[in-house]
């Protein structure tokens, strides 16, 4: 690792992000090029080039590993990895407009600088560009990797679906929120973990084991975020104090502390009875019985456990052993994100 | 023909519903299943079945005479023809959001009654529902039907931005408005009249030939559709009298007004400088400016012309006679709709 950040992040990233421009630039509308150009980082609000954070490139890195995990050359991944990464993108336009969201990493988003439409439009744009891109690979394998990557969309919108509902329902259960951060976030990380492995042509025991550590590396990278939702830094998560309890997100804490037995469960369930939490005093009482109800260690706890099953599910094929270290060494960065 | 429709139409829709429905019924959500039967036309506002006008089905029967004219069978077709239709919903589902439409074939659109995220959402999902369809289907031809698709979709994504960013503009010109068409419009037509031909493994001259006569036909419904928003009959078209007028959108006819020499034009360029018709008195002005320019008979001049192009791109291949015969009947249906 250099300065805690994985070398696979950066090396992927620097394999993919001129590839992942170059695709970008094939689309045939200037105005969609431009927005996907500022929310992907490479241009500012002007269209003029800017150099700066560009967001972590997980998908992308964990589609690189997954062939290199196969012995397979990095180059095999790179269409694997811009798709997923499109797909990101897709679901971060759309969903910034949805919940309102008027920063991402530092910047306004692309809905607040272009409008409603043009979020709508560029997100549709790179979502049909995430398969064309796909569609360059020949043969079988090409067809094998849509597949996973339209299933994961479908399940990306079924998670995103119930997380706005969710925000609406006083009932929702531990298992409805799970099941709801298993479409929201893991699918797109287990397809990211699979997909190098697939144009790789690795044997389905492979996939599935890269898989299914993609999908408990995508839960603890969710409970890790839920937590840094609700007693994250500003400075680090670029996002307001408190910010998810402000949103009256049914975040997976928040569920976890409105199913608790004892008192301070019944104090918030109180709260959000009434509507949520309401004003600075509101959002911080809400933080402290959610953690008093025992969900903040709930959470920490899952999070271990997540990322524990992860690695585990590493051992289940005859991996690269090289790429094995760097693959547990990106989900316990992941989940390690400081609070 | 039967009451003025073409058997093809009626057989097409009556082929691919069940397949369509069964299709729909796949996605992992029960609230985007929900709002895309309703949207679809076979439920109603509580979710109940309804029987009734669920559209034309325009393109799935392009995609199954387009497999016929090869001498395929129609269920070759049948995967094409869902994904097109697939395809087009998820742009009406976005494009009533984007455009603030609140009626569709006599019904509220689906945004008014589930809300904005619920339409992106559905939308998105029948976007990647059209690709997992063609992914059905074995081997290459998939894949050359998937390349296809997602090509048109990237046209008429780029058609839908420049209509809605030509609402802004004072100066566009006949040529940018009928590229806008050959995206916002064409392209699916073209594609779905090609589809079934790829899936049926046609040669590239009959494949082109369908793809031309589609893009032929795409220009022509338009230009048809153009006329219709401006001088149609609400009870005709479902929408209010001079409904486009209203919108203020640059459809053919205006921009050829806009374009055209004499004081008609002059006086139009004067109204749209203003910022566009406002009121009853102005906007019945501005068709009858539009009128007395010459650009509803250029529209219609032009609307004819694309009709009879249409139907000779198919001499270029030697298709089936009689299915030959059932495509230039479906043109010929869709470019005389009543004003």
Known sequence: MTNGLPVALAAARDLV????RNAVEQLPSPLIRQVAGYHLGWLDEHGDERSGDSGKALRPALAVLSARAVFAAPAVAVP?????????????????????DKERRHRPTAWTL????AAILAGDALLALAQQVLFEVEGERALQASRRLTNATQELIRGQVEDLAFERRADVS????LSMVAGKTAALLACSAALGAVLAGAPPAAVAALDAFGHELGMAFQLVDDLLGIWGHP?????????????????????????????????????FAAGGPDGEEEVA???????DAGAREWTTVEARA?????VAELDAYDFDPSVRAELADVARFVAAREL
């Open 80 to 100: 694997a990895a811009i798709a997923v990464e499109l797909v990101h993108n897709f679901s971060l336009l759309h969903d910034d407009l949805m919940d309102g």
């Open 17 to 20: 992000a001129p590839a992942l």
């Open 235 to 271: 400075e680090v998560t670029g996002k307001p104090v408190l910010a998810d309890l402000r949103a009256r997100k049914k975040s997976v804490p928040v569920v976890v502390a409105l199913n608790a037995d004892g008192a301070s469960g019944d104090r918030l369930r109180a709260l």
């Open 174 to 177: 531990v298992a409805e929120v």
């Open 306 to 310: 997540r990322l524990n099953a992860a």
């Open 114 to 117: 272009y409008g409603d439409s």
């Open 285 to 291: 009482l809400a933080a402290k019985l959610i953690e």
